[in-house]
């Protein structure tokens, strides 16, 4: 009997979410992201948990299941490097550069991601672009800064607009508010990356460049597509 091709994006969530065992060693303290199809990664590695000491968590919400399934979890400062990263991302390119932040925990994303030797991208077909901006980008950002922040989005062409939920601004695991902006091309991930950083007031811009991936693994009907990144310039 043939297992049934996994088409929905949760069955390709999980499908990758599974292959990303493949990147862990024995006996090691991994970096874990946040998100949906990180949770499939969780939920598989629980079945094998003993393969790991532990782990360094992106978020609150990361660290409550990892802690629900029996996995230590560490204090970033509590470890010198990591091996490895996994995580999820709303979009990444054929550079391996991506937006994430979709569920607010990109500021310590990005502080696990730079820990990290390899960061191991897990995704669903539909977070592949040729150029990152379609999905909104998140920008963390200090709340009083907020509005000058939107007016510099707006001269760059971009519609920026503080996250809410059940009415009120989300408050990140930081104590901070969320922009999401949109009408954006990042053509230049790298240059936009360290421009939007400078500006007063930005916590972490979502364009993961600077950490970018160095593998994807991309679920897809026909399986796991696995994307590698190194190469000259890394
Ligand atoms: O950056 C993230 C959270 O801040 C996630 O990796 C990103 O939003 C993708 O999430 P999902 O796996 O649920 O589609």
């Given amino acids: 009997m043939t297992a049934a091709t996994p088409t929905t994006q949760d069955e390709l969530k999980a499908l990758v979410g599974r292959a990303a065992l493949d990147y862990i060693g024995h006996g090691r303290i991994i970096g874990i992201g946040t998100g949906s199809t990180v949770n499939c990664f969780i939920d598989a590695l629980a079945q094998q948990r003993e393969r790991i000491i532990g782990a360094?968590?992106?978020?609150?919400?990361?660290?409550q299941r990892l802690r629900a399934h029996g996995i230590r979890v560490f204090d970033a400062n509590e470890v010198e490097e990591l091996e490895v990263y996994i995580d999820g991302a709303d979009e990444i390119d054929p550079r391996g550069f991506m937006i994430k932040g979709g569920g607010a925990a990109l500021t310590r994303e990005k502080i696990v991601a730079a820990q990290a030797r390899r960061f191991v991208c897990i995704a669903d077909q539909s977070k592949w672009v040729e150029v990152l901006g379609r999905f909104p980008l998140p920008v963390e950002v200090i709340p009083m800064a907020a509005q000058r922040i939107i007016r510099q989005f707006a001269a760059l062409g971009g519609t920026a607009r503080v996250r809410l939920r059940d009415g009120a601004p989300l408050v990140t695991d930081n104590g901070q508010h969320i922009l999401d902006v949109t009408g954006l091309a990042i053509t230049d991930p790298p240059a936009f990356e360290s421009m939007v950083n400078d500006w007063p007031g930005v916590v972490t811009v979502g364009v993961f460049a600077h950490q970018?991936?160095?593998?994807?693994?991309?679920?897809?009907?026909?399986?796991?597509?696995t994307i590698t990144f190194d190469g000259p310039g890394r």
Avoid at 56 to 63: K, L
Avoid at 212 to 225: D, M, N
């Fill in 56 to 63: 360094v968590s992106s978020s609150e919400a990361t660290t």
């Fill in 212 to 225: 970018r991936a160095h593998v994807c693994l991309l679920g897809t009907p026909e399986g796991v597509r």
